[in-house]
């Protein structure tokens, strides 16, 4: 398993992305699945809110909240009502998941071929959908459903061309950052505190890992002699020539 989500894009911060990953892992949790989730981070152009990959499936997944009822067809501009009254325009959902996915597919393609596959495309309402609404459901390109409509339907099929290796290097190539469940359902300031923590343990190992190359011995003798000084007893010092450092 894997959970990437990125370094250069914003955390995520809304309280429906949290509860729509915190949902889908732990449902691929209980179930012991392998799988790899991105979360809020832009590719061909496109920013997408979530892509699960697990086995041979891929979804991609527009995650929304609102408490006020929302109107909408698949095609045209969906409106929302506002506290004054007045229906405001609101995004249209179904085409932010489809034009989605198709980019997320676009990307898959320019690695290896995918013939006729697509990823599963999904708008999901985590606080469900407030009395008066009135909207899609989708097609087969892309349903819409509340949290708990997706949940209870999820099931994973169908013949994606990528492992989850393919997803793991698409992580690394997009330079995201593996976190916890447990960070991305902390309040922000912990985010904060997990994120300030994991930038020192990697500017650490790039500052003094070459020069502990020079000045440890790597044989496997020295290493666990180091290693039961440290651990058998209160602390262990180590001793010996100053060595200047190569250029």
């Known amino acids: 398993m894997r959970w990437a989500a990125p370094t250069s894009e914003p955390p995520i911060d809304q309280d429906s992305e949290s509860k729509f990953l915190a949902s889908a892992i732990g449902w691929l949790h209980a ?21 699960i990959a697990a086995a041979n499936t891929v979804l991609v997944v527009e995650v929304k909240s609102s408490f006020l009822p929302v109107l909408g067809e698949i ?40 013939g006729t596959f697509y990823p599963d495309g999904h708008v999901v309402f985590t606080s469900g959908l407030p009395s008066g609404s009135q909207l899609t459901r989708g097609d087969y390109k892309v349903g819409v459903q509340t949290l708990d409509e997706f949940m209870a339907g999820l099931v994973l099929q169908g013949a994606s061309p990528w492992t989850l290796d393919d997803w793991r290097r698409l992580a ?18 912990l985010r904060l505190a997990h994120e300030i923590v994991r930038h020192y343990c990697a500017t650490a190992a790039t500052e003094y890992g070459g020069a502990a190359r020079r000045w440890l011995s790597e044989s496997t003798e020295q290493q666990t002699a180091l290693f039961s000084a440290a651990t058998s007893g209160p602390g262990c010092f180590i001793s010996g020539p100053l060595v200047a450092a190569r250029p």
């Open 31 to 51: 179930r012991r699945l392998p799988f790899v989730v991105l979360a809020n981070f832009h590719i061909g152009g496109r920013q997408i809110d979530c892509a």
């Open 75 to 114: 095609n045209g501009t969906w409106s929302r009502l506002h506290a004054s009254g007045q229906w405001l325009p609101y995004g249209n959902a179904y085409e932010q998941a489809l034009k989605a996915k198709n980019a997320l597919r676009d990307v898959m393609a320019s690695v290896k071929e995918v």
């Open 172 to 189: 690394s190539n997009l330079s995201l950052t593996s976190v916890t469940m447990d960070e991305i359902i902390a309040p922000r300031d």
